[in-house]
Each structure stands twice: as C-alpha cells, then as structure tokens.
C-alpha cells in the first residue's frame, strides 16, 4: 500500500540554524500539507500545497518557514533560523481526491 | 474560530466496547475524521462522515455524528490491546485541500 515517508525521524539542531524536513508524498497525490504536534498539544496545521505553491498557510506559518517542490517526488520544509519553540513533531500528509494520508513524522528538537 | 475538544483518557477492559466523543465548533465542517496515533507512528486514518450522515459504520468502528450538538463519537466494538492508541477528532470544509483541525486526542487504554 503506498504511504507518505519522511525522513529524518529525528532531527536535533542548534537554535539560530537552518533545517530542512523531508517528505515523500504518496505518488499520484496532488495537495501536499505540512503540520505540527508540539509535545503535548494538538496537532497543527502549518501550510498547504498545490500546483505548485501555498493554497493555504496559518498564522504558525510566518516568513520563517517555506515550502518546496524541488522535484517529481520530494516535498520540503525549511526553517531559516530555528527557535526553541519550533521543537515538535512535524507531519507531512498529502491527498488525492479524498483524505489526508500522513507521513510518520520528523521528530525535531532545538537546543 | 474553529475548535475541537476531546477528553484526554479513556480506560477500558478487553472486549468491552470503548465510546471516544468530541466536540466541533464550526457549523460549516462538511468532514470529521477518526485518526489513530501508535507510539512513534503516524496518524493513521480510521473513518470520516460527510456532515449529511448521521452514522457510519466499518467492521467494528460506528461514528455517530450529531450535527445539532456538533458532537462526534467514535464506538470500537470488542476492544483489544492492539486498540490501545491515541485517537483523534478532526474536521475540515472540504475533503481535498483544506486544513485538518484537530482535537488534543484521546488517549486509549485497554487492559487484559
């Protein structure tokens, strides 16, 4: 059965430096999400993807953040210049025509 | 805004039915989501209803949704260990596209 992969699964980094989450989205899938789960707390909605640029984005998702579709396959995140309260588990998920299919997660830590 | 409330623990015995409620406040959610969490897994997509339906049911899954009372429930009939998880709520406008908003989840406990 076809899934969303990520990877890494964990990520630590020092606060001030760049990081890029990576996800592979399901094959045929046309929207691409990125969301959040900081320990604890719920999950996030960050931003959302299609044809090739932001359909939607929250008030999380600020100048700090961007998105890219570098290729056929991959599906990024980039954070600039980290802070400690970006530590969370971040999930890229995508959809088809129907639901959101997620991806395990990169557990990402800042110190 | 938009918000969904779950309660946080839910304990059960083995072979019982365990009942997981949540609530929405946005009255236009066309779709509500039943996701499943593991330890370090994803979420796991169980079931949604179209705002239309009143119930669905998949094997041992019923949602009901009541949409007077924006109130969702999720029934797992014969629990078994392997159920033990953390469940979440979630709604959206519309099925492809939009934003999922999610509940905290519930977390759920089944002892042998």
């Known amino acids: 059965e076809p899934e969303v992969t990520q990877t890494p699964s964990h990520q630590v980094t020092q606060m001030g430096q760049e990081v890029i989450l990576r996800c592979v989205p399901i094959?045929?899938?046309?929207?691409f999400y990125w969301y959040r789960q900081i320990l604890g707390q719920k999950v996030e909605f960050l931003v959302s993807?299609?044809?090739?640029?932001?359909?939607?984005k929250s008030e999380i998702f600020d100048d700090q953040f961007s998105v890219e579709r570098p290729d056929g396959s991959n599906f990024t995140l980039k954070i600039r210049s980290t802070k400690l309260e970006d530590s969370a588990m971040y999930f890229c998920?995508?959809?088809?025509?129907?639901?959101?299919?997620f991806g395990p997660g990169t557990r990402l830590l800042v110190l | 805004g938009e918000d969904v409330e779950q309660s946080l623990f839910l304990s059960v015995r083995e072979g019982d039915s365990s009942v997981i409620n949540c609530t929405y406040t946005?009255?236009?959610?066309?779709?509500l989501y039943w996701y499943k969490q593991e330890p370090g897994a994803g979420l796991q997509l169980l079931t949604y209803?179209?705002?239309?339906?009143d119930m669905k049911q998949d094997q041992r899954l019923t949602v009901l949704l009541n949409k007077k009372d924006k109130h969702l429930s999720l029934r797992i009939a014969d629990t078994q260990t392997g159920d033990s998880a953390i469940y979440f709520c979630?709604?959206?406008?519309?099925?492809?596209?939009?934003?999922?908003?999610f509940g905290k989840g519930t977390t759920l406990s089944v002892s042998s």
């Open positions: 209803i179209f705002s239309n339906m």
């Open positions: 094959s045929n899938h046309l929207y």
């Open positions: 946005d009255s236009s959610s066309t779709y």
């Open positions: 979630a709604e959206s406008l519309e099925q492809a596209g939009t934003a999922l908003i």
């Open positions: 998920a995508s959809t088809g025509t129907e639901t959101q299919y």
């Open positions: 993807f299609y044809n090739n640029e932001i359909s939607e």
